[in-house]
Nanobody, 129 residues
Framework: QLQLVESGGGLVQPGGSLRVSCAAS????????IGWFRQAPGKEREGVSCISSGFITDYAESVAGRVTISRDNAEDTVYLQIDGLKPEDTAVYYC???????????????????????WGQGTQVTVSS
């Protein structure tokens, strides 16, 4: 069974850091673009960051400079490092896999949820003092 499993969420104080992980089970992530999305209560799902199969990255303006996405194909895992956490970062964080690997002539990833084929169950990140 193909699965993505997120881990690493939790309760963090404002200004703190957190790294959430997305591990593939039952398949290799190597040829997939992976996106991180988040959804807060009462809000739409937001594309936070993504990384293409060719390691090209993209970030939402709301997190640019505070977030780093990386991938370890040998471990079939993608990481999202979030620094300088703010209360407005509180959300359930989901990872998702795009079988296309990338789009357009540059093979860039996209942060549009409808491009992603497989989703994890999510991990809660709460930023509060």
């Amino acid at each position: 069974q193909l699965q993505l499993v997120e881990s690493g969420g939790g309760l963090v104080q404002p200004g703190g850091s957190l790294r959430v992980s997305c591990a593939a089970s039952g398949f290799s992530l190597r040829n997939y673009a992976i996106g991180w999305f988040r959804q807060a209560p009462g809000k739409e799902r937001e594309g936070v960051s993504c990384i293409s199969s060719g390691f090209i990255t993209d970030y939402a303006e709301s997190v640019a400079g505070r977030v780093t996405i990386s991938r370890d194909n040998a471990e079939d895992t993608v990481y999202l490092q979030i620094d300088g956490l703010k209360p407005e970062d509180t959300a359930v964080y989901y990872c998702a896999a795009d079988a296309a690997g990338g789009h357009g002539p540059a093979g860039r990833c996209v942060r549009r949820p409808n491009e992603y084929d497989l989703w994890g169950q999510g991990t809660q990140v709460t930023v509060s003092s």
